[in-house]
């Protein structure tokens, strides 16, 4: 078996990436994580420089990870900026290291991709490719975010440090339509998410569903500058441009889709979601006025209508918001696993996680207590 490391993902062909298990998330295909190479978005000069891994077998490909050497650890979504503060402090460098995820993307989807007739050891051996990067290159750390469950034995199986947090999932139920979703409500909730859903004729807008081969390139242009909106309001840089989006709508089509709001013949707002094969995801929002309630129309309840329509059991909507509570989504683990070098600050590290997933464990609970289904 010949492992590689990729300085570009180019240097697979996307046929190749794309047949392995798990690349049928729209995030993991060979065409989203070119885009962000080809836009500038990901790269030396961002700090997110690919180091991606491939597993060959005569020639074959077999098995692949997207890795980035990072400097830096924003746009990660699980935050270790403690981690590195403690070896600073120490007189030690936390960055570089190494990140097996999808860059500026908090979604839940294998990380270690295998060809469909590979045996059981191939993702251990991927795993075990990500901790030798580390030592041959003296990096203090590698780590694997918004793995999927059935990730999580081998990595906790190699020594890596499990962390959890809590994301907020929307699960079909077989729902019919958005009514018979409703049904399963609380009477005061039910009562709340209909005038919601009211609001939005009364102020005068009408949602429209695009796929990516249906927008134009001012459209694209308009969801680009007000996704930016919504970034720049927060003071932060949007992390996708608008090149990485005209890409996408060329080589992804379909799996990308924007609802959006017009006000007559204005469009007003945009929210964007990706499509995958078992699950609906929402990424950005952005708006060009206040309206009421459209951040929750776009935002979820169209999710929701499009999951039911469509079939899709899953849908998360992105990070943090206890307000998707009364909408109907409900606490959801998320986990991530993490190789420390330098067994010290393993063991300290090791120690933490355990004191946090406590917490997380309680929170989680918590918040379960507050969907607003009937209770059985």
Not at 25 to 32: A, I, Q, S, V, Y
Not at 54 to 63: I, V, Y
Not at 71 to 79: A, D, K, R, Y
Not at 86 to 92: D, I, M, N, P, T
């Amino acid at each position: 078996m010949q492992i590689r490391e990729l300085r570009t993902i180019d240097d697979v062909p996307a046929a190749e990436w794309n047949a392995l298990q798990g690349a049928q998330c729209p995030f993991l295909r060979h065409e989203f994580l070119a885009a962000l190479e080809h836009s500038g978005c990901v790269g030396r000069d961002t700090g997110w420089q690919p180091a991606h891994l491939t597993m060959h077998e005569n020639g074959r490909l077999r098995a692949a990870a997207p890795v980035y050497r990072k400097t830096h650890s924003w746009g990660e979504f699980v935050f270790d900026f403690g981690w590195a503060q403690a070896y600073a402090r120490h007189g030690l460098s936390y960055y570089p290291k190494l990140l097996c995820a999808v860059p500026f993307s908090p979604i839940n989807s294998r990380r270690l991709l295998v060809a469909a007739d590979a045996g059981e050891a191939l993702p251990g051996l991927l795993i075990d490719a990500l901790a030798q990067r580390c030592a041959e290159q003296k990096l203090s750390s590698a780590h694997a975010t918004f793995i999927d469950a059935t990730e999580r034995a081998a990595f906790q199986t190699r020594g890596w440090l499990l962390r959890s947090d809590v994301q907020f999932h929307w699960h079909n139920a077989g729902y019919r339509d958005f009514e018979h979703y409703l049904a399963d409500f609380r009477a005061d909730k039910r009562k709340q998410m209909r005038r919601e859903r009211r609001r939005i004729a009364e102020e005068g807008l009408a949602i429209h569903t695009l796929r990516g081969t249906q927008l134009s390139d001012e459209l694209l242009t308009f969801v680009y500058r007000t996704h930016a909106r919504t970034f720049h309001a927060h003071g932060h840089e949007p992390y996708l441009n608008l090149a990485f989006f005209r890409e996408i709508t060329r080589t992804l089509g379909d799996a990308l889709m924007i609802k959006l709001a017009r006000h007559g013949e204005t469009a007003v707002a945009v929210a964007v979601f990706f499509v995958g094969p078992d699950a609906l995801y929402g990424r950005y929002w952005g708006s060009s006025g206040d309206f009421h309630s459209l951040h929750f129309e776009l935002c979820y309840h169209q999710g929701i209508e499009f999951c039911i329509e469509n079939g899709l059991p899953r849908f998360e909507p992105g990070t943090q918001g206890e307000h998707k509570i009364a909408r109907g989504f409900a606490p959801s683990h998320t986990w991530s696993a993490h190789h420390i070098a330098d067994s010290r600050f393993r063991e300290a590290i090791a120690e933490f996680v355990q004191q946090e997933g406590a917490s997380v464990d309680a929170y989680a609970h918590s918040a379960g207590e507050h969907v607003p289904f009937h209770r059985t």
